[in-house]
């Protein structure tokens, strides 16, 4: 780029540094209850800044969406339980409405657009969708439905690792069974308008220094030289956790108080804000037991002395894997912040997969980051529109962590469609794993040269809408190519089955090739021998290093005999590296609804691909399954093979 234009984007980049006070929620940030009337008939009628529920006696609810447009997202009807409607009550800060009485089943609607149902005796809750996703995600009993105008997702707390989420039809939505004690969030988004004033005049510079050794860098803050120099691509810094005394430690210092001090004030005379480096997820307060245990108030009161500092905002690293957590602190983060920025990057959190995310708990965030780790196959063109870009989700602004998938020509122009931003990364850092957090020489000068001014000219809807246009279109083509290369898959397996099958020949393996299932499987793409992720079929097709693998224990494998059969012997193949164990429950039934204990696995010696052999009294079942428990490794459940065996006359 020519200085002249380097100089225009620098002019452009100084808008927008003035603060208001914390704790002074700015404009973008202020959802609230804006009404709650009772109607003759007994019907509620909730409305929030960016939703409107319309609660009927009978416990049907119907969701509707306000921002961009108003539709009708959701119906939700709620069964097994009373639903005293009382006159809706509103808190005096406008962010809580409750319907109903706490000592019995009621209602709750917060500012940010969620619905809380909270029942307090057993109760079926069915979440029904009334509009057509582009994108359908579900993890455990969670789900994230959106289009390019928003959407609705459905979370259920305490979140329960377990079988997969029974889903309505194939999208269509979800069925939640509730227990005394536990809620189900139903989230309508985007909650809060998009800022396009933030979008368009505020752009990330993102230091990660290059490292000596795992938390110890070269330089661990920019020298004034760099400073001035990535001033052109961007006017908010963020600054890496490696210029701090220690890691997530209560009254953290820098390493260098004064050199810190001198890159604060030389930022905003440049016209950056400065953003510095911190996690509640890592926070390990006084007397703590490591990351994921601070709970938020203990991690505020960190927050409110790393404000004490001369800096413009927080970069997360990370937030709550328990959602109640994240939500609380995201929002009183932001009461607290007041119109500092925060950005907050996470990828997995709260849940592992990074396929179902949470908008009421990004939207108080100024900018998202997510992406880490993630290849080419998972950056795909509909995570980069519903899970990167935060449009018409959270409304927060997203970036793309693009440390795994790299940046090129067709990344560009999927970010630039999804209106998710490409963070400017000018550092030399390459973790333990080799993956390099800065840009390559390549991979520069396309920023330079081909992103960056671009990304410059959308500055509003009008701006954006011709490349919303062209992002839909991609999207669905793409989404086409992938059913058409699933389908192509399923043949593969089909064949691969049948060949398997006449190759072992006869066998006295009752399970061998029978019609198998599972309560989940590990389906991320490109996974598996077959792109189809670690499916049932693999533990029964009588070779142990393809196996069936899910997430999160327990977790269930079932083989159906095709008939009763007298068993006596059964044998369980886990994964196995040498190190990891595996705890297990082994059932037999006749019906496949009442099951009877013939077997487990409660050790520590380690799976071997010989597997675990289990003699048992002959019992006449039908079906057998693995109920599995647990794993040393990591939360990954696998079963290489499952082999059942007559019983010896």
Known sequence: MTACTLAAIALLLCVGLGQAAAGELPARFQMTIESAERGEDGSVTVTTTGARYEIAPDGAVECYQQIPQERKVAHVTITGVALPLTRPRVSGDGYLCTVGLKSASHLEVTADSVLRVAPRAEAEVRVELTFEPEYFASEMQNLFAADYLGGCGAYQLPTRPGPALDRIQDQGGGRFHLEPGESLLVSIFPPREYDWEEHATEHIVHDFPPLLEPGLASRPLPTDEQLREWRSFGNVLVLHLEFWEGFCIPGIKPRDPERFEQVCRLARELGYRALIYTSPYFFRAEGGRGRDTSEPEQYLAEMDHLLSYPVDGLYWDGIYSDVEKAWRVARLARQR?????????????????????????????????????????????????????????????????????????????????????????????????????????????????????????????????????????????????????????????????????????????????????????????????????????????????????????????????????????????????????????????????????????????????????????????????????????????????????????
């Open 337 to 649: 912040l007041g119109d500092r920025r925060l950005y907050v990057h996470c990828t997995r959190k709260p849940f592992h997969e990074s396929r179902v995310i949470c908008p009421f708990v990004d939207t108080y965030a100024d900018y998202l980051l997510r992406g880490e780790g993630r290849n080419r196959r998972f950056i795909h063109a509909d995570f980069v529109r519903f899970i990167v870009s935060g449009y018409n989700v959270s409304n927060a602004v997203g970036t793309l962590c693009y440390d795994a998938c790299r940046i090129d020509r067709d990344i560009v122009e999927e970010c630039l469609g999804a209106n998710a931003k490409i963070p400017y990364w000018p550092g030399g850092q390459i973790n333990r794993m080799g993956r390099k957090y800065f840009l390559l020489p390549d991979e520069h000068a396309l920023f330079a040269d081909e992103y960056f001014p671009r990304m410059l000219e959308v500055d509003g809807e009008q701006a954006y809408a011709p490349l919303e246009r062209a992002n839909r279109d991609l999207r669905a083509r793409l989404r086409a190519e992938r059913r058409a290369a699933r389908d192509q898959h399923l043949r593969e397996l089909e064949q691969y089955l049948a060949e398997r099958k006449a190759a072992v020949g006869p066998t006295d393996n009752l399970a061998a090739f029978k019609r198998t299932t599972a309560s989940n499987v590990s389906d991320l793409p490109g996974q598996g021998p077959h792109q189809l992720g670690w499916l049932p079929e693999y533990a029964t097709d009588a070779r142990p290093k393809t196996y069936w693998g899910a997430d999160y224990a327990p977790q269930w494998l079932m083989v159906d005999l095709a008939g009763e059969r007298l068993i006596g012997r059964i044998v369980v193949v886990n994964f196995a590296d040498g190190e990891r164990y595996y705890h297990y429950r082994v059932e037999c039934s006749t019906d496949g609804e009442t099951w009877r204990a013939v077997a487990e696995k409660t050790d520590k010696s380690p799976a071997t691909w010989d597997g675990d052999e289990h003699i048992i009294e002959p019992t006449l079942a039908r079906y057998v399954r693995v109920v599995m428990l647990h794993n040393s490794a990591n939360i990954g459940l696998h079963v290489g093979e499952l082999e059942v065996y007559q019983a010896q006359e």
